[in-house]
């Protein structure tokens, strides 16, 4: 293969053997662009073929910016599966925590080794890191789609490839990240089963069994990990609050809860109290799980799920979802009049703009609303002066 200098300095025009435009004529094969990109650091060259002239000016960009910044060496990156049993590793350990400087979960950790098994190893597992460009990442993308694949199955699947590149670019391994810049399917958000005050009572009244279970995510908000793993020590009825402190693995059995934001406190409603209180007279032990199998051991989630379906279902009434009862108590709060950022704290969102992000269109306030506020705020600076 021939190789052309390009007028776009530090791309070379790459053309097959047999192309014409290599005796004066014109092109008669489909070339590649090879870009470089020096690092005078080191006095060495990156260099990366590419398809097509777009990518081989975005990578040579992206490249010299990260050379400038310090943070690209030039020595060959490792391969995705070493790098994938590196991760693994360190996230296991503790070594290798989230953005937020969390641990992460045994679920995730297991879901992200899912998805490098399944897809992306016997897809690129043989292949350097710096090797693996967004065109490729994106024939799965659009061969997935093919599959009819969810979109959220998709992006989920991407996941661990996103965070093995994240660390790749902080540790210097590649210049460019090729899980940036994807076009993706969007997910089309469905909105959640939310009942009413008097919906919630009524569902909680028709349950033959499993009330205070279903009452606590209905009037705390608790995930079902936390409710899993939730103890008699954990809950002050003098102080009316509930302490989240740790969550459930059905692997690993009782671990830290979610994150740092996971650890929170949680107001004790009245309408709460009175389900706990009549729990714990019904419990045999005083110590240990509030909602187990025996004080160490936790329910199973499919047995009060199914209990509860049937009975609504026997009932005439539309059931409801562990995890929809935590929508359902974020809905109560925001209708109490709670501010946005306590309503954060007591659902364990990491940001208020998580907290927004899902339930912004329950609050209260719309734009005349908000033009009236604005008005009322500047007429009083007005008379003022």
């Not at 260099?47 to 910044?69: C, M, N, S, V, Y």
């Not at 296991?92 to 679920?107: F, H, L, T």
């Not at 107001?267 to 032990?285: S, T, V």
């Not at 709670?338 to 734009?367: C, Q, W």
Request: aromatic share 6%; net charge positive; glycine share 8%.
């Amino acid at each position: 293969m021939s190789a052309k200098r390009n007028k776009n300095t530090g791309i070379e025009i790459r053309h097959s053997t047999g192309c014409q435009s290599r005796s004066g004529g014109r092109c008669t094969c489909e070339p590649r662009y090879r870009a470089e990109a020096f690092s005078a650091r080191e006095g060495r060259k990156l260099r990366q073929t590419f398809r097509t002239l777009g990518e081989a000016k975005a990578w040579r960009a992206d490249a010299q910016g990260a050379i400038r910044r310090g943070t690209i060496s030039a020595a060959a990156s490792p391969l995705l599966e070493v790098a994938a049993t590196a991760w693994l590793a360190g996230a296991r350990a503790g070594a290798i925590r989230n953005r937020s400087g969390d641990v992460y979960k045994p679920s995730v950790i297991r879901g992200y080794e899912q998805s490098l098994r399944l897809r992306l190893l016997p897809e690129f597992g043989k292949v350097q890191l710096k090797d693996i460009r967004r065109a490729d990442v994106q024939a799965l993308v659009d061969r997935m789609l093919l599959e009819d694949h969810h979109a959220s199955t998709i992006r989920n699947t991407l996941m661990p490839l996103r965070t093995i590149y994240r660390r790749a670019l902080v540790r210097g391994d590649v210049a460019v990240n090729p899980t940036v810049g994807l076009e993706l399917p969007a997910v089309r958000g469905t909105r959640d089963r939310i009942a009413s005050p008097e919906e919630a009572r009524e569902l909680l009244a028709a349950l033959p069994k499993e009330q205070p279970l279903w009452a606590t995510a209905m009037y705390s908000g608790l995930r079902l990990g936390e409710l899993l793993a939730l103890e008699w020590d954990a809950i002050d009825f003098e102080r009316s609050l509930i302490n989240v402190r740790r969550s459930w693995d059905q692997e690993a059995g009782p671990i830290t809860t979610k994150s740092r934001a996971g650890l929170r406190v949680v107001p004790l409603a009245n309408i709460l109290r009175a389900y706990l209180l009549e729990q714990r007279l019904a419990c045999p032990w005083r110590e240990g799980l509030v909602f187990g199998r025996s004080s160490e051991r936790p329910f199973l989630p499919n047995t009060p799920n199914n209990r509860a379906q049937r009975a609504w279902k026997a009932a005439g009434m539309r059931s409801i979802g562990l995890h929809e009862c935590r929508h359902t108590f974020a809905s109560f709060m925001i209708a109490a009049g709670v501010n946005p950022k306590a309503l954060s704290t007591y659902m364990g969102h990491s940001s208020v703009t998580i907290t927004f992000d899902r339930y912004g269109h329950l609050m209260p306030g719309n734009e005349a609303e908000a033009a009236q506020l604005l008005d009322d705020f500047l007429d009083g600076w007005s008379e003022a002066g």
